[in-house]
């Protein structure tokens, strides 16, 4: 869909490891980020490109699984692979719950690190697509006026035009005209695709 | 002292000798000039010399009675004629004086005797030997007899010659001991001698001999007797050989404990290095397939592999030197170096907990004697505690802080381990250092004991304070090494 250099963000204080990790992830093609903390990352400027986080379980100052809930709180929805010295099961559950999207007990294989990123970025590109359409959706939606909105609410629930004219109080040719105008300025070339738009905006089904 | 079978002998002699000089001066032929008092003053002298004063009088007074009745006119009854009075006065006046006399001497001998049995059952019955010798000329004087036991010689070689013990010198400390002894004995050494020394057996046996001794000098200073003590400290050394092997044994089983407890950190500060190199291995495999190869990328990563397989083999050999069963060594440590050691082999640990960790060290501190890998071992212990003691605090900081620094007196060293955690109340600070107390559910309880009795065996102190406002202070303070050593 885009074709955006993918970032890897790899958050590790250990400088060697960190050195090991930006070689391993370069010599594929990735554009890669070094923080040493995870303040260091919060407080970074990054690029506004698909990616996904690469960090050890145990970060100085705040643990990893405290950071995956800053993250969500921060609205950062980068895909997290952690990387653990030790195969922890407890902490893996409770971070693959939390929504790791991989978790590597160290040594890892470099192949296993690379298709996790691969994987994680590849997500992260189709939650970025749908993220996007969604804004593009939501740019159109808020072109609609009042009356505009108020007849998509009944197009949606499959009422017919005799119905919204008669809901709503309206002659059946103006219920037509909004009707038209709904179509043209969501984009929609069918009533189905209108409703699949209108789940995706997660618009309340009238009763 | 006096029993009865005594009491009896000596009267009896008294009697016999009082009965004897009174028959002999009656019966037979009494040559002119002789008086009849002669032979029973002889009587009571040798009954006060041989039995003291009782048995002197009781001789006085059967003389007195004899003679008056038997030897003066009118012989058969105790009649005094004046003509008489005179001598017998002086008689029984001789015989009183006579018995005071010789009943000291008897007293003097009994003394005498006593004291010499008195030193005879000392000397023999202690477990050392004694021994006096004198000097011009060379000759001992008195060994006892406990040297046949010790040396398993006959105590007639050292009468013969007072040097004759030293054959018995293990032949490696022969010659030492004999230049030492010999200088001692010239007045050229310490006045007092104290040395210790094996000797072997006949029997093969090796028996270490702890031998003091003490000079006596004439007016001009010159020494002319020596006498001394020697003792068989054999089972005291064999029980020491075995109570240092006990504990360093324990010392070497509780080390491995308080590595046990960091496995999982240790683990991880040798995963690290592994992963990076296999990263590094993985990316230059692919520098290199690249079309160009990116040389110089690829030898980055062997410069990678190569730092941190050196990463790995440093704490490899930092917990071999930790696992190692060693006897102590007395080097020059650099108590600085081995706390950087032990906090290296604890970064781990401190990460997991989130123990943020401070130095505050004195570079310019003395050195201390010592054994690194056992002073090691107490600082690694302390900030295994220091760490645990915080793993429950959650409202503060954990904040473990390390300095060193001068001791109070300048030639001491001192070292602070100091945390946040729940600190020690007066009751814990007392008995933490109690061999099998402790306040982790799992642990054995040995640490600060064995920690203690190494740092007192540096000839150093060990002790646990509160830390305000929260936590415990552990201290240790070390001497300082001798100057002059490197």
Aim: aromatic share 6%.
């Amino acid at each position: 869909m885009t074709d955006d250099r993918a970032a890897v963000f790899v958050i590790d204080d250990d400088s060697s490891m960190q050195r090991s990790l930006d070689s391993l992830l370069r010599s594929v093609g990735l554009d890669v980020y070094l923080y040493a903390s995870a303040q260091e990352f919060m407080r970074a400027a990054r690029p506004d490109a698909p990616g996904c986080l690469v960090l050890d379980v145990r970060l100085p100052g705040m643990s990893g699984l405290t950071f995956q809930q800053e993250l969500a709180k921060a609205g950062i929805a980068l895909p997290v692979i952690f990387i653990t010295g030790h195969g922890d099961v407890p902490m893996t559950v409770r971070a693959m719950k939390a929504g790791a999207a991989d978790f590597l007990t160290k040594p890892f294989d470099d192949q296993v690190l690379l298709d996790a990123v691969d994987g994680a970025i590849e997500r992260d590109r189709a939650r970025r697509g749908d993220a996007k359409r969604l804004a593009e959706l939501e740019v159109r939606y808020r072109t609609l006026t009042e009356r505009e909105r108020e007849v998509m609410k009944h197009v949606v629930a499959g009422r017919v035009n005799k119905q919204i004219a008669a809901e709503l109080g309206l002659s059946l040719v103006t219920v037509k005209v909004h009707r038209g105008q709904v179509m043209r300025k969501m984009m929609a070339k069918s009533v189905a695709e209108l409703v699949r738009m209108a789940d995706g905006l997660g618009l309340p089904h009238p009763t | 002292m006096s029993t009865p079978r005594d009491l009896i002998k000596r009267y009896g002699l008294a009697l016999a000798l009082a009965g004897a000089a009174l028959l002999l001066r009656k019966f037979l032929p009494v040559r002119e000039g002789t008086t009849v008092y002669q032979l029973p003053l002889v009587a009571v002298v040798l009954a006060g010399w041989y039995g003291g004063r009782g048995p002197g009088l009781f001789a006085s007074l059967i003389s007195w009675l004899g003679v008056l009745y038997w030897l003066i006119p009118p012989v058969g009854s105790f009649v005094l004629s004046s003509e008489y009075q005179l001598g017998f006065g002086i008689f029984i006046a001789l015989c009183l004086f006579i018995t005071e006399f010789s009943a000291a001497r008897w007293r003097v001998e009994r003394a005498l005797e006593e004291s010499e049995r008195r030193f005879r059952l000392m000397a023999e019955t202690i477990p050392e030997i004694v021994w006096t010798e004198s000097l011009m000329p060379r000759l001992m004087l008195y060994m006892s007899p406990r040297y046949e036991q010790i040396w398993g010689r006959p105590l007639g070689d050292v009468e013969k010659d007072p040097e004759a013990w030293m054959e018995a010198v293990h032949p490696e400390h022969r010659n030492d001991v004999r230049s030492a002894w010999r200088r001692w004995l010239a007045g050229e050494g310490n006045e007092r001698l104290d040395m210790t020394f094996p000797i072997v057996r006949p029997d093969g046996d090796t028996r270490w001999i702890h031998s003091r001794g003490t000079l006596l000098r004439d007016a001009h200073g010159k020494p002319y007797r020596a006498s001394g003590i020697a003792a068989d400290t054999t089972e005291e050394r064999r029980a020491q050989e075995a109570l240092a092997k006990a504990q360093m044994d324990l010392a070497h089983v509780s080390r491995l404990t308080t590595l046990g407890e960091l496995t999982t950190s240790i683990a991880h500060e040798v995963s690290q290095p592994l992963a990076g190199m296999m990263a590094s291995a993985g990316a230059g495999a692919r520098w290199l397939a690249a079309e160009p190869p990116d040389i110089a990328a690829a030898r980055a990563t062997l410069d990678s592999i190569a730092a941190d397989g050196k990463r790995a083999r440093d704490v490899m050999a930092r917990i071999r030197a930790l696992t190692k069963r060693q006897v102590p060594r007395k080097d020059c440590v650099d108590i600085n170096h081995e706390i950087q050691e032990v906090l290296a082999l604890t970064v781990q640990e401190s990460r997991s907990h989130d123990v943020s960790v401070r130095t505050q060290l004195d570079r310019s501190l003395p050195r201390v004697e010592g054994d690194p890998v056992q002073l090691q071992q107490v600082l690694l212990n302390l900030v295994v505690n220091a760490i645990e003691a915080m793993s429950a605090v959650r409202d503060r900081p954990r904040l473990l802080t390390i300095a060193s620094a001068r001791g109070g007196s300048a030639n001491s060293v001192l070292v602070e381990v100091r945390d946040s955690g729940t600190g020690l109340d007066p009751a814990g600070a007392a008995q933490v250092f109690n061999a099998f107390y402790t306040t982790k559910p799992d642990g054995i309880g040995i640490g600060l004991s064995i920690s203690r009795s190494i740092v007192e065996a540096h000839g150093g102190r060990l002790w646990a304070s509160r830390n305000e406002p929260h936590g415990a202070v552990f201290q240790l303070s070390l001497p300082a090494a001798k100057e002059g050593q490197p």
